[in-house]
């Protein structure tokens, strides 16, 4: 590849690059075969975790493998292998898998951690651009990639090939969540902070379930209205004897009352209530508790459990605080 000689070569030696690794990634799927199914396999029967190493840039593109794997429900880390000499080898145990990283396949500090990693007893998958290397020989599973050169314009800077690890790092952890049936309530539990953790929390995880302002159908409008300003809910859940919801009374119900009824303040939270009220599941989704509230133009939900039973209450501030945002 030539040096580029002016502005508009620029975005020639970008497009040359891209096409290397793309060209280098749809080799690697091509070349996928049993030895890929048996690390699947040994990963996903693994009890304990998985180390991955790696020198240099090799070793950045391990942390990023180690993180996805973790995300997605394989315990990983990574272990610089100079540091596994001098102590280190210490967070390796029997039963562990260890993912070598190598594009050479001889890289020299990976290469003298090999013996002690096997007195370990822990499973070695190599990930190397060399069949024939020391690495690749050693290992118990090796994961063999190709590339026809780097991408960089002096053929020295490693891109093409590492490029081509985090695919099949990629490729490794895709394959694991359908191994162990990794589902997106699983990945929210894991990222209860992140945009999907936000958008599969339920509404049990968001409402209110002490001190609910809760009354029977007897109760005293009297009685109602001080609940109802102690609770600040904005709201009075009726309930019948087994804490069944039978109807709310809101505070937009007082003020209607109050304009057209003289005599409310005499009447009970049966006569008074609306008896068809919106409410919704605990173990729904807060972004339906939106939703229901925005379609109903209301601000507080009551949570049920499976016996419509009061549990719970959701306000829509709750939610929003929640950054779940609009829903259009």
Same mark, same amino acid.
Request: charge should be positive; include cysteine; aromatic fraction near 4%.
């Given at each position: 590849?030539?040096?580029?000689?002016?502005?508009?070569?620029?975005?020639? @030696?970008?497009?040359?690059?891209?096409?290397?690794?793309?060209?280098?990634?749809?080799?690697?799927?091509?070349?996928?075969?049993?030895?890929?199914?048996?690390?699947?396999?040994?990963?996903?029967?693994?009890?304990?975790?998985?180390?991955?190493?790696?020198?240099?840039?090799?070793?950045?593109?391990?942390?990023?493998?180690?993180?996805?794997?973790?995300?997605?429900?394989?315990?990983?880390?990574?272990?610089?292998?100079?540091?596994?000499?001098?102590?280190?080898?210490?967070?390796?145990?029997?039963?562990?898998?260890?993912?070598?990283?190598?594009?050479?396949?001889?890289?020299?500090?990976?290469?003298?951690?090999?013996?002690?990693?096997?007195?370990?007893?822990?499973?070695?998958?190599?990930?190397?651009?060399?069949?024939?290397?020391?690495?690749?020989?050693?290992?118990?599973?090796?994961?063999?990639?190709?590339?026809?050169?780097?991408?960089?314009?002096?053929?020295?800077?490693?891109?093409?090939?590492?490029?081509?690890?985090?695919?099949?790092?990629?490729?490794?952890?895709?394959?694991?969540?359908?191994?162990?049936?990794?589902?997106?309530?699983?990945?929210?539990?894991?990222?209860?902070?992140?945009?999907?953790?936000?958008?599969?929390?339920?509404?049990?995880?968001?409402?209110?379930?002490?001190?609910?302002? @809760?009354?029977?159908?007897?109760?005293?409008?009297?009685?109602?209205?001080?609940?109802?300003?102690?609770?600040?809910?904005?709201?009075?859940?009726?309930?019948?004897?087994?804490?069944?919801?039978?109807?709310?009374?809101?505070?937009?119900?007082?003020?209607?009352?109050?304009?057209?009824?003289?005599?409310?303040?005499?009447?009970?939270?049966?006569?008074?209530?609306?008896?068809?009220?919106?409410?919704?599941?605990?173990?729904?989704?807060?972004?339906?508790?939106?939703?229901?509230?925005?379609?109903?133009?209301?601000?507080?939900?009551?949570?049920?459990?499976?016996?419509?039973?009061?549990?719970?209450?959701?306000?829509?501030?709750?939610?929003?605080?929640?950054?779940?945002?609009?829903?259009?």
């Amino acid at each position: 590849m030539k040096q580029p000689s002016g502005a508009s070569a620029y975005l020639d @030696v970008a497009r040359e690059v891209l096409t290397v690794e793309s060209k280098a990634i749809a080799r690697l799927a091509g070349s996928l075969d049993e030895n890929f199914v048996r690390a699947v396999e040994r990963i996903a029967k693994c009890r304990e975790r998985v180390v991955l190493t790696g020198m240099g840039k090799s070793g950045l593109i391990c942390r990023k493998i180690a993180a996805t794997l973790t995300s997605t429900g394989t315990q990983a880390g990574f272990l610089h292998p100079s540091e596994a000499m001098h102590g280190d080898l210490g967070i390796i145990k029997k039963g562990d898998v260890v993912i070598a990283v190598s594009n050479s396949g001889e890289t020299r500090e990976i290469i003298d951690i090999i013996p002690h990693v096997k007195i370990l007893k822990a499973t070695i998958i190599a990930m190397t651009a060399n069949a024939e290397s020391t690495l690749a020989q050693e290992s118990d599973i090796p994961l063999i990639y190709a590339i026809e050169r780097e991408g960089c314009p002096l053929n020295l800077a490693p891109m093409a090939s590492t490029t081509t690890v985090l695919a099949l790092g990629d490729a490794l952890a895709a394959a694991l969540i359908h191994a162990k049936k990794f589902t997106a309530e699983d990945f929210n539990l894991y990222h209860p902070r992140g945009r999907l953790g936000q958008i599969l929390l339920k509404v049990r995880d968001l409402m209110v379930a002490e001190r609910l302002p @809760v009354v029977r159908r007897e109760t005293s409008m009297r009685e109602v209205l001080s609940i109802m300003v102690s609770s600040n809910v904005g709201a009075v859940f009726v309930a019948g004897t087994r804490g069944h919801l039978r109807g709310i009374i809101s505070d937009g119900d007082i003020k209607r009352l109050i304009e057209r009824d003289e005599q409310f303040m005499r009447r009970t939270a049966g006569e008074v209530m609306n008896a068809t009220p919106a409410w919704i599941y605990e173990d729904a989704l807060a972004r339906e508790a939106l939703i229901r509230m925005e379609e109903r133009r209301i601000t507080v939900l009551p949570a049920l459990d499976r016996r419509k039973r009061i549990v719970g209450v959701i306000h829509i501030h709750d939610i929003i605080k929640h950054n779940y945002g609009k829903t259009k």
